[in-house]
């Protein structure tokens, strides 16, 4: 519903998020006739806490995003921004009401947060997709419900041992080096930062993807205090796989996301097992 609290909802050195975004034509006349495109409060998994005093969501619990329209689904179909992987950084600029917020210095939950909320207000709840099971392999039409995806705000672990800085970095102690790792919560311009890397490495790796490394060193802010590079260079290089697991854990705890997870039955083997919700290409595309 439109103004209404959708359900669903810097880091260190996050920029105030007053960067330049992409200028827009706010003030189209419809002639003869005009009408207010509605908007809907997303809540923030961040509850605004990661981003700095001057960032225009510093402890904001929602953002406004309008409704999705034409030029968003020509954005999303435009072979030319799909292939430059920028389409959907496009949309979430677009929806953001408030101009002065640049989308690629959002938190990554944040940005999850906006597209589920901009895709139900704009097809409903009901997303069907094509899922393989993963006992028996059969692939199958499966329906989710987008409005049952929950909003987890990140958190200081005692049981891991994460250590909470209050700015967007923690602190964990890896199990078998001893090694204190201070980790950093990702961006949309980290995400885009680590998508052209792996670009850039295709066919540079012999058929090996390095997904791991690449994301710890995303990640990685400090060794035992030590920012350097070739000091994070070393840990991503040595660190056993235990810790290299520890560690991707512990980030996964402590970021704030929108957790998209069903319990899936398989129809042809009745295998059953909670799911990761897939976001395919045609998330923005249901049937009709």
């Known amino acids: ?65 309008k409704h999705m329209t034409a030029k968003e689904e020509d954005i999303l179909t435009s072979r030319a921004l799909l292939k430059k992987g920028v389409a959907l950084d496009r949309v979430i600029q677009n929806l953001i009401v ?46 989710f419900n987008l409005i049952e995806a ?19 970095t923690f602190e964990v102690e890896l199990p078998m080096t001893k090694v204190n790792v201070t980790f950093k919560l990702l961006t949309g311009m980290d995400e885009k930062r680590v998508i052209e890397y792996a670009t850039s490495r295709k066919g540079k790796t012999k058929g090996v993807e390095n997904n791991v490394t690449t994301q710890l060193a995303s990640i990685i802010v400090a060794v035992n205090g030590d920012s350097s590079g070739a000091a ?18 512990a980030h996964r705890v402590a970021t704030p996301n929108v957790e998209l997870a069903e319990t899936f039955t398989c129809a042809e083997c009745d295998f059953t097992q909670e799911m990761e919700v897939p976001l395919t290409a045609d998330f923005f595309w249901p049937k009709r």
């Open 150 to 168: 929950k909003s987890h705000e990140g958190e200081a672990s005692d049981n891991l041992e994460v250590v909470d800085h209050g700015d967007g």
């Open 232 to 249: 994070r260079k070393y840990l991503i290089e040595n660190m056993p796989s235990m810790d290299s697991r520890h560690l991707r854990f």
């Open 1 to 65: 519903m439109s103004r209404n609290r959708d359900r669903l909802g810097g880091t260190q050195d996050i920029n105030t998020g007053a960067g330049t975004p992409p200028t827009q034509n706010t003030n189209d006349q419809g002639g003869s006739f005009s009408f207010v495109v509605p908007t809907t409060f997303v809540e923030l998994p961040s509850r605004g806490k990661y981003y700095v005093e001057t960032h225009p969501l510093h402890n904001a619990d929602t953002i406004e995003i």
């Open 98 to 143: 408030d101009k002065s917020i640049n989308a690629d210095y959002l938190l990554t939950g944040d940005r999850n947060a906006i597209v589920i909320a901009a895709r139900i207000a704009a097809y409903g709840a009901e997303y069907e997709t094509k899922v393989a099971c993963p006992a028996c392999d059969a692939t199958q039409e499966y329906s």
